[in-house]
């Protein structure tokens, strides 16, 4: 406790002297609550279309670097111990999963609260886990249990989480965002200075109805943030193959843009908080997160055939959100290399008991086929195949 | 050619071959057949169209590699990238600009991903393609334009890749709407829908992409549209299907024969302009019929089909129409074997008919 106090308020970050003592020693430093301020550059400076860049100086602290670290090893560990189960194929049907692209799930957490809203394609999981939601509802509604975050009934593209006001969990490409621009409207409406964050990829980016969606937005000034998270490939598609503008954060030409680069968990928090005070005051804005997967689309995707395996290495080695916090955490020397290595153990052990007791859950009762088709209490009758022995109510 | 014959992998029943009666007029048996899967069978139809008409195009999501189902492998090398070529994710845009394609004279065969995609398009097939003849007095036309899209249950598909909306396109006027059963079926309809001078929705059961397998004639041969086939004959009840369902519907038919009954088997292949004289007919010698699609049962083409029998063959009916279809609920992810219209849903259906 005392060393940690003196590690702390040291101003020049600089322990060195204490170092050798401290490993020697190698007492158990519990996790940082430090809130004291450490100022980071972003990797990259922002490009900005139709408006004033934020600074590329970010406000962070020891506290926010570790959760931002335990939170992505979270997202880590539970897309592949995803992978695994659907391998083991208890896991069923599809499965898109987020791994590389963690930074931009806990970058915008980091800028916003629970009243915003956030809603996105079917790459949910990660997102959904930002949202509070929690491993075992993730991987009961993979597995289709009832204690998943849908019943069971929604599976890996259909997570959602009402009380985080996390709107799920999309599986038609594009269908989410003239929804987020309604969610948009509502808040405006209520006045409770809150946003919404609509997320799509640059697949989805090339569909018309996001461009009524923003075109709505704009003229009525909603608080709607447009997040294209550009991972560079729709399915199997190059964007230079889809797209004749990649340049995403320009496409909203009327429309302000700024391109952040998705790798960098502080990069994406500026650009979220840059973004929420840009639309609460003069409309929509779209960010481009340049991020990368590192599984091919779906699980029935290699992820091989369109990029090489060169590319996604070098990604790995050269831009890995995981590993950059980690880096900055060591620099800053905020925790040692064997107490994020500890984390990491927490984590997977974490996952693992999730994964456990999800695979106890039952799978809902087949009645629950016939439930919340409609609202409850509309009386609306289902007939079986043979119309005399299948009958239920439609709830 | 039997159905029994095309599916044995996805029952594993050894089926006894029983030449049915075929209405089909094309020499499909003349020539060269090899045994070959749904999606080849398509492969091949596809070639056959961009080799013997020029101003012939194939387009959508990723059919430049041969598509995320092989039916477009190998067309991209043959006919060049001007011919055969992707677009970007939007349905819409694909199938408007593939009107507009036929519309100046060429064979714009547009393929969506899956039939769940298929809504965003659902304008510009209802609003623009249907009726370009109609509104302009037959001076402009898009007839040359196909849509292919897979449909239909996969096992694992769930809300988005499972659905079988073939109902909302037959309300309709102005566009065909095509639904295969088989290999063989597929290359010789699917030809027929592209030389077919009015707008066509052809859907292929993509469950039976790799699982049916059938002798294929290697060369070109089309067979009609709006012609029904009886593929099996009987004298009890009369079933009506198309696409994948068949084959579930057989299975019935051949327990329902160890009960002694005989049922009369007929795919429909084409649903809108649907061939009514031939379901009429067999209805006229049985009396009794049933109709099975996984389409939910409410407002699915099977409705269409009992109201027009009733019409045509009330006094003649024995029995009410039976319609064993999918349930009235989006299509479920792990409920699918409680949603679907399995074969003892089918044979309860027919037992009861026949006793009623």
Redesign the interface.
């Known amino acids: 406790m005392a060393l940690s106090q003196l590690a702390s308020s040291s101003p020049s970050r600089s322990v060195n002297l204490l170092k050798p003592l401290l490993s020697a020693i190698s007492l158990h430093r519990p996790i940082s609550t430090d809130t004291t301020p450490i100022t980071v550059e972003t990797s990259v400076p922002f490009t900005a279309h139709q408006c004033e860049a934020p600074s590329r100086t970010v406000q962070t602290n020891a506290q926010e670097l570790l959760n931002f670290f335990r939170d992505m090893a979270v997202m880590r560990r539970m897309e592949i111990a995803a992978d695994s189960l659907y391998k083991a194929k208890l896991i069923r049907g599809f499965c898109h999963l987020y791994d590389g692209q963690e930074a931009v799930a806990v970058g915008m957490e980091a800028a916003l609260t629970k009243k915003d809203c956030i809603i996105t394609s079917y790459r949910d999981h990660c997102t959904f886990v930002g949202r509070d939601g929690t491993l075992l509802e993730v991987f009961a509604e993979l597995m289709g249990r009832q204690a998943g975050c849908s019943k069971g009934k929604g599976g890996s593209m259909h997570f959602y989480k009402k009380d985080s006001n996390f709107y799920g969990g999309h599986g038609i490409v594009g269908a989410q965002v003239p929804l987020g621009c309604g969610l948009a409207f509502a808040q405006k409406y209520c006045k409770d200075e809150a946003v919404t964050f609509a997320l799509y990829g640059d697949g989805a980016a090339n569909q018309g109805q996001l461009f009524e969606a923003l075109n709505i937005s704009a003229l009525w000034n909603l608080p709607a943030i447009l997040v294209c998270e550009n991972n560079h490939y729709g399915m199997g598609t190059a964007e230079w193959r889809a797209a004749k503008s990649p340049a995403y954060y320009k496409r909203g030409d009327y429309a302000p843009g700024l391109k952040v680069d998705g790798m960098d968990a502080l990069a994406v928090k500026q650009a979220c908080a840059f973004a929420k005070e840009h639309a609460l005051k003069n409309g929509p804005i779209i960010l481009e997160m340049d991020t990368y997967r590192y599984h091919g689309h779906s699980m029935s995707d290699p992820g091989s055939t369109y990029r090489t395996r060169d590319e996604i290495t070098g990604v790995r080695q050269e831009r890995d959100p995981i590993e950059r916090i980690r880096k900055l955490i060591l620099l800053h020397d905020l925790a040692t290399e064997k107490e994020l290595k500890d984390i990491e153990k927490e984590v997977r052990k974490e996952v693992d008991d999730a994964i456990a007791q999800a695979k106890e859950n039952p799978v809902p009762e087949p009645s629950k086929l016939f439930s919340d088709v409609y609202a409850k209490g509309l009386g609306v009758e289902s007939f079986g195949a043979d119309r005399k022995e299948v009958r239920a109510t439609l709830a | 050619m039997a159905l029994r014959n095309i599916l044995g992998k996805r029952f594993g029943v050894g089926l006894a071959g029983r030449r049915p009666l075929s209405t089909a007029t094309c020499d499909v048996e003349s020539g060269n057949a090899k045994a070959i899967n749904l999606y080849s069978a398509i492969n091949q139809a596809l070639l056959i169209a961009l080799e013997t008409d020029p101003r012939a195009f194939v387009f959508g999501?990723?059919v430049s590699?041969g598509g995320v189902f092989r039916c477009t492998t190998g067309l991209a090398d043959r006919f060049g990238k001007a011919r055969v070529f992707?677009t970007?994710?939007?349905e819409?845009?694909i199938v408007g600009f593939g009107i507009g394609l036929a519309a100046m004279g060429n064979r714009a065969i547009a393929e969506i991903q899956f039939a769940?995609?298929i809504?965003?398009a659902f304008d510009q097939i209802v609003n623009e393609a249907s009726k370009f003849r109609y509104r302009s007095g037959n001076q402009f036309n898009c007839g040359g334009l196909t849509i292919r899209a897979p449909y239909g249950a996969v096992g694992?598909?769930?809300?988005?890749?499972s659905q079988s909306p073939e109902a909302f396109f037959c309300h309709v006027p102005g566009i065909k709407v095509v639904i295969p059963r088989s290999p063989r079926q597929a290359k010789g309809l699917l030809l027929s829908c592209i030389r077919d001078p009015n707008p066509v929705v052809f859907f292929e059961p993509k469950w039976l992409y790799r699982l049916a397998v059938e002798e294929v004639p290697e060369h070109d041969y089309m067979l009609p549209l709006s012609e029904a086939e009886v593929i099996r004959q009987g004298s009890d009840i009369t079933l009506v299907g198309w696409g994948a369902q068949l084959s579930i519907m057989e299975q019935a038919c051949i327990e329902a024969e160890r009960d002694g009954i005989f049922c009369e088997l007929i795919d429909l292949k084409t649903l809108i302009p649907w061939d009514k004289e031939t379901v009429e007919a067999s209805v006229r010698k049985t009396g009794r019929v049933l109709i099975s699609h996984e389409a939910p049962?409410t407002g699915g083409f099977g409705a269409e089909i009992s109201a027009s029998i009733v019409e045509r063959c009330f006094l003649r009916l024995e029995a009410p129409v039976?319609?064993?279809?999918g349930?009235?609920?989006?299509f479920?992810?792990?409920?699918e074997p409680?949603?679907m219209?399995?074969k003892n849903?089918?044979l309860?259906?027919i037992k009861?008919t026949v006793n009623y």
């Open positions: 999501e990723d590699f992707n970007p994710l939007c819409q845009g769940d995609y809504y965003p694992h598909g769930g809300h988005y890749h049962v039976a319609r064993v279809c349930l009235d609920t989006p479920p992810l792990v409920f409680f949603y219209p399995t849903k089918i309860d259906a009861a």
